[in-house]
């Protein structure tokens, strides 16, 4: 399945640069987003770099989610594709493919398709 960034998690004082707002298709209210907690995402840099974001909480009513990633991720990443991850080993086979693209285009057709 896949999601767009919509925004940085912020406060009124702070931009938490490691978490994020990602919006789904096909989930419109928080009763269905609530069933995807604890689930991974994957967001793929222009550059090819892996980041790999774990969902914590559902943000709002609409259903809307909130993603924690290791280290923060760039301004590129906003209005961008990230795919959510059934199981974690799927990251490997996921790896390999993006190693043998060519530029952002063919690495974004990977993540639609898979």
């Known amino acids: 399945m896949k999601g767009v960034?919509?925004?940085?998690?912020?406060?009124r004082h702070h931009i938490y640069p490691n978490q994020v707002i990602v919006k789904?298709?096909?989930?419109?209210?928080?009763?269905?987003?609530?069933?995807?907690?604890?689930?991974?995402?994957?967001w793929v840099s222009p550059g090819k770099k892996i980041f790999?974001?774990?969902i914590v909480d559902v943000h709002g009513n609409k259903g809307n989610l909130r993603?924690?990633?290791n280290k923060g991720i760039p301004g590129q990443a906003l209005g961008d594709i990230v795919l959510l991850i059934d199981n974690i080993d799927?990251?490997?086979e996921i790896r390999e493919k993006i190693k043998?693209?060519?530029?952002?285009n063919q690495i974004r057709s990977i993540l639609i398709n898979a």
């Open 100 to 104: 043998n693209a060519k530029d952002i």
């Open 90 to 92: 799927k990251v490997k």
């Open 5 to 11: 960034i919509l925004n940085y998690r912020m406060g």
């Open 24 to 42: 789904f298709e096909n989930i419109n209210n928080k009763y269905e987003a609530s069933k995807y907690i604890g689930k991974h995402v994957i």
């Open 67 to 69: 993603v924690r990633f």
């Open 52 to 54: 790999i974001g774990k």
